[in-house]
T-cell receptor, first 115, second 115 residues
Framework: AQKITQTQPGMFVQEKEAVTLDCTYD???????LFWYKQPSSGEMIFLIY??????QNATEGRYSLNFQKARKSANLVISASQLGDSAMYFC????????????FGTGTSLTVIP | KAGVTQTPRYLIKTRGQQVTLSCSPI?????VSWYQQTPGQGLQFLFE???????NKGNFPGRFSGRQFSNSRSEMNVSTLELGDSALYLC??????????????FGEGSRLTVL
């Protein structure tokens, strides 16, 4: 089974609108971390936001927020007030446990912001 | 603070050759991970080094190897190159200590083309 599933290969959003990128995960480890990364066409992966499995509140970082629904095993990324520079690939990732750095990545969602 | 530096950025090899890629992590980061990114398979974990020891290994053949030096710099080597090894190879560093987000900081990658 896939550890991370991103079901939206491509998304379009109007500039200044909000957009939600879906991510579901699969793990039996009670301790895990969920991450979102942005990859522009230049190729570098940019860390956006993190949610720990024991965190009670949804994580927020500026215009990014993570809608964490633990029972449904979902960790959707919400980008508010989209900007043209948000056009990129977005990857959801998970690390199980707290030691080691083996991250599992989803297949990504290509976001295009329309002016 | 300097980011993760990968060299070379681009390289072209022929089948059967070998290649060595280099990664200098962020100063103070002791964990270095390597990922292979291809359009078909997405991001796949190769291995992780922490304090010169391989801590985790992904599901790749023995042709893929790596090492980490005392200054945390890391190299990965691919021997007997195959066409399917053409990919973007991403290096990521993190503090590596347990607890806390432990997000990965990625370099810009080394794009390998095997002819």
């Amino acid at each position: 089974a896939q550890k991370i599933t991103q079901t939206q290969p491509g998304m379009f959003v109007q500039e200044k609108e909000a957009v939600t990128l879906d991510c579901t995960y699969d793990t039996s480890d009670p301790s895990y971390g969920l991450f979102w990364y942005k990859q522009p066409s230049s190729g570098e992966m940019i860390f956006l936001i993190y949610q720990g499995s024991y965190d009670q509140q949804n994580a927020t970082e500026g215009r990014y927020s993570l809608n964490f629904q633990k029972a449904r095993k979902s960790a959707n990324l919400v980008i508010s007030a989209s900007q043209l520079g948000d056009s990129a690939m977005y990857f959801c990732a998970m690390r199980e446990g707290w030691t080691g750095n083996q991250f599992y990545f989803g297949t990504g969602t290509s976001l295009t912001v329309i002016p | 603070k300097a980011g993760v530096t990968q060299t070379p950025r681009y390289l072209i090899k022929t089948r059967g050759q070998q290649v060595t890629l280099s990664c200098s992590p962020i100063s103070g980061h002791r964990s270095v991970s390597w990922y292979q990114q291809t359009p078909g398979q997405g991001l796949q974990f190769l291995f992780e080094y922490f304090s010169e020891t391989q801590r985790n290994k992904g599901n790749f053949p023995g042709r893929f190897s790596g090492r980490q030096f005392s200054n945390s710099r890391s190299e990965m080597n691919v021997s007997t190159l195959e066409l399917g090894d053409s990919a973007l190879y991403l290096c990521a560093s993190s503090l590596g200590a347990s607890g806390g987000p432990g997000e990965l900081f990625f370099g810009e990658g080394s794009r390998l083309t095997v002819l």
